[in-house]
């Protein structure tokens, strides 16, 4: 009696989310894998400033001014006699505080005024479009001088300052990239089914429209983190004697020939958090781009 074979029943893997993809592609990705790295020791850091910092920040330690490195100051005084290293780690938490505030209140505030302006059209297009071309007729610099000008001078005016410089940028990002959704087929099913505006807007259309986001967000927390610094070394963003990296930049101008390791400690460590940010939005974007995915990078 011949038996028949009887075929295996046939198993179906789920696919990955498309975020969750995009973001293991940007872990696999070197340039990626750094900016992750370093932003992830930052924030541990920072974090952990009260119990890695061996000296308080704003300590002075008399008769120890202007110390070069070594065994008792790694990387040396100032010229109070501050330690530096202590002071370096605390300077993460300002410019990480200030990078996510904007990020939080910036980033929400562009995409929802670039969704209003792109979904819904007209008048409120036509709107928000005007206010952000008179946003753009001022340098973001001089822009948050004027906010910090009438808000005060510290950490949370400075947040507050560069979120409202990077609105009018995000917002006309995300205006072009819903302008793309609005109109496909999803959008008109969803319509058809009597579903409302805010419902489409913020269920269907930003969850498709999100992954070019995520990109100029990443962009945006090194503008954010760099303008920080130079509020910061203009005297108008954290006050003394909270540690800044950009004032300590500026109270190092005087002592640059002969003590350059206050410049050359706070310096390395800025340039190192905007380089690791900006290759990870170089890694974002890759991860992102559906050409390079095709094509197996």
């Given amino acids: 009696m011949r038996r028949h074979a009887v075929a295996a029943p046939t198993t179906f893997r789920k696919s990955p989310h498309p975020l969750n993809a995009a973001f293991v592609r940007t872990w696999r990705n070197p340039l990626g894998f750094f900016g992750l790295a370093i932003l992830g020791l930052l924030v541990l850091i920072a974090l952990a400033a009260p119990l890695i910092a061996p000296y308080d920040p704003v300590v002075q330690h008399p008769g120890r001014e202007l110390l070069a490195p070594g065994p008792d100051f790694l990387l040396g005084t100032d010229e109070l006699g501050r330690d ?100 496909r087929d999803y959008v008109l099913a969803a319509r058809c089914t009597g579903a409302r505006n805010g419902r489409v807007m913020f269920l269907h259309v930003l969850p498709n429209a999100v992954s070019p986001m995520i990109v100029n967000l990443a962009l945006v927390m090194g503008f954010s983190v760099l303008a920080e610094a130079s509020l910061a070394f203009l005297g108008l963003g954290t006050q003394p004697p909270t540690p800044s990296w950009g004032a300590m930049l500026n109270e190092s101008r005087a002592y640059l020939r002969n003590d350059p390791w206050m410049a050359i400690c706070p310096g390395v460590v800025l340039a190192l958090l905007l380089l690791g940010l900006n290759y990870l939005a170089d890694a974002l974007r890759d991860a992102f781009d559906p050409r390079r995915v095709n094509a197996g990078f």
């Fill in 84 to 183: 530096l290293l202590s002071r370096v780690i605390y300077g993460t938490r300002p410019s990480l505080v200030v990078a996510l505030m904007v990020v939080v209140l910036g980033g929400g505030l562009g995409i929802i005024t670039g969704l209003a302006a792109g979904y819904l059209g007209g008048w409120v297009n036509a709107l928000l479009m005007r206010f952000f071309d008179a946003m753009f007729a001022f340098p973001p610099i001089l822009l948050g001088f004027v906010i910090i000008a009438a808000l005060g001078q510290g950490t949370t005016q400075v947040a507050y300052a560069i979120a409202l410089a990077v609105v009018p940028t995000l917002g006309r990002v995300a205006r072009s990239l819903v302008l793309k959704e609005r109109n």
